[in-house]
Every structure is written in structure tokens, then in C-alpha cells.
């Protein structure tokens, strides 16, 4: 089962009133649990394999707005102030500023950045993707520590924009 594929049932669950689902595919098993309190729980573990670690979703609260303003950004870059433009995760993983332990990271705060540049990547299911800038501008800040587990939509990087 492709990761696409697996936050797209998370995201039908959490939508729905689906308390539990599990799905086996192969050697893949999966097992998505929702409470009724609104939090979510999320399984997958591959059969043969070693068991992978539980992920709990949050509950976001939303803050009433005025009328939302268009905007031409993608989904991974939203604005953040007026100051910068913040770049979230697109998955669930772990976080790395370089590509081994022994190499330089991507970027620094204060770097010039081109959209499409490489500033981390995400380890998700042991599949490391590279999180690109969706802009140009300069490095403001690192919202991640590395090496450290990322949630869904969290903050990354802050840029401004050039």
C-alpha cells in the first residue's frame, strides 16, 4: 500500500464515524482506530517485520476568521506572518537537516533559498523523501529539531520571501 494512499484513509476516517478499520495487504497489515473523542489512533505494523511505533493524532482547534483571503501557494507552504512564509511537513516521519550523519545540513538560517531546493528530508516507513522550498527567499528559522519524529502539517522552516 502506497503512503498516499494510507493518509488518504486516515483522513476518510477521521471524516467519517469509522471507530476501527484494518486492512491487509501481502505481507502489510494496517489498523486505523478512531475514539469518538476525536482523537485518533493509527497502527501499521508489516506482518513479518518488527512493529512499528504508534502515532496519535491531535485535534486541532481552529480559530474563527475573518473571510479567507485567496492565495496561489501549494499546500506544504503556508503563510505564517507577514514576515515569512512557513514550510509543514507533508507527512508523518522523522526529521533530518542533512542526508547522513556525516555530511553538512541541506541549509543554515540565513541561507539564500531557491524553490525547489532541497532544505530536509522525512523518513517515513523507511522511505527518506526530500522536502523541497515551494519558494525562494531567506532562511529565517528551524521549527524541528533533528532527528526528531514530525507530525502531519508541522511547522518546519520559516522563510521570507525574496
Do not use: H, W
Amino acid at each position: 500500500m502506497e503512503y498516499k494512499q494510507i493518509q488518504e484513509l486516515i483522513k476518510t476516517i477521521n471524516k467519517s464515524n469509522i471507530s476501527e478499520l484494518s486492512i491487509e495487504e501481502g505481507d502489510f497489515k494496517i489498523t486505523i482506530k478512531q475514539e469518538f473523542t476525536g482523537q485518533a489512533q493509527y497502527i501499521a505494523t508489516p506482518m513479518p517485520a518488527a512493529p512499528m511505533p504508534v502515532y496519535q493524532a491531535q485535534p486541532q482547534q481552529v480559530a474563527p476568521a475573518a473571510a479567507p483571503a485567496p492565495t496561489t501557494e501549494k499546500p506544504a507552504a503556508a503563510p505564517a506572518s507577514a514576515t515569512g512564509i512557513t514550510i509543514k511537513s507533508p507527512m508523518i516521519g522523522t526529521f533530518y537537516r542533512s542526508p547522513s550523519p556525516d555530511k553538512p545540513v541541506f541549509v543554515n538560517i540565513g541561507d539564500e533559498i531557491k524553490a525547489g531546493q532541497v532544505l530536509c528530508i522525512i523518513e517515513a516507513m523507511k522511505l527518506f523523501n526530500e522536502i523541497e522550498a515551494e519558494v525562494s527567499g531567506r532562511l529565517i528559522k528551524v521549527m524541528a529539531d533533528d532527528s526528531t519524529p514530525v507530525e502531519y502539517d508541522q511547522p518546519l522552516f520559516l522563510i521570507e520571501p525574496m
